[in-house]
């Protein structure tokens, strides 16, 4: 059965956030960038067509001023740009929750599974998985055990986040649980899981050349050539 679907809690400052984005936001919308970009993204949400340099710009413009947010001000800000088509918003909300993740506990895993579940592409899913959900399981390493029921989910975009969220770990990088995920999904038949693979062991190979090297060298035969040729890309 589906989760049910969050509800977003009452935030004054969210309020305030909302009234100034959804104010700002289409005074910089470009119907001839909106139909490019849509189509970029395979028509997976409506765009206002904001370049992402003026779109970061006006961002600032619509925080200036406000504090820092509490769990559940970000809780909110997100659920509710999510709720809106455009997906500048939703960049907006995925750039948000990155900026503030240190002040999320480890109860916004949640949401964060709802929002990549929701409306999803590589563009926001691969966000919350290295900055987000990656940084939620380095500060709760009690999470890990959730990420291990995140490989084997159906939504591959759920599994894809299982395999990226160690992607900025470096040193703290569990070989093991990363080598085993991509064990786990190597016989995927999904580009995107497939090109994951490959992309999480191509960064790591950064910090253990000589691990990544090896572990592909032993698995050849279970992983596909694009997981082969990502991640010796750089070896």
Known sequence: MAAPRPTPPASALADTVLDRLTSVYPTAADPAKAAGMEAYLKGVCPFLGIPSPRRRELSRAVLDGT??????????????????PER??????????????KRLSSGFLP?????IRTRSWWDTV????AHVVGGLVAADPKLAAEMDRWIGDPDLWVARTALLHQLRYKEATDAD???GYCLRQSGHRDFFIRKAIGWCLREYAKTAPDAVAAFVAGHR????PLSVREALKNL
Not at 88 to 101: G, N, S, T
């Open 177 to 179: 649980r990363l080598f």
């Open 221 to 224: 035969d279970e992983l596909s």
């Open 88 to 101: 500048e918003y939703h960049y907006f909300a995925a750039d948000y929750l990155r900026r503030h993740v």
């Open 126 to 129: 691969d966000a919350l998985a």
């Open 67 to 84: 504090p820092r947010p509490d769990e559940a001000d970000a809780t909110a800000i997100a659920l509710r740009c999510w709720e809106l």
């Open 111 to 115: 949401t964060a599974r709802h929002l």
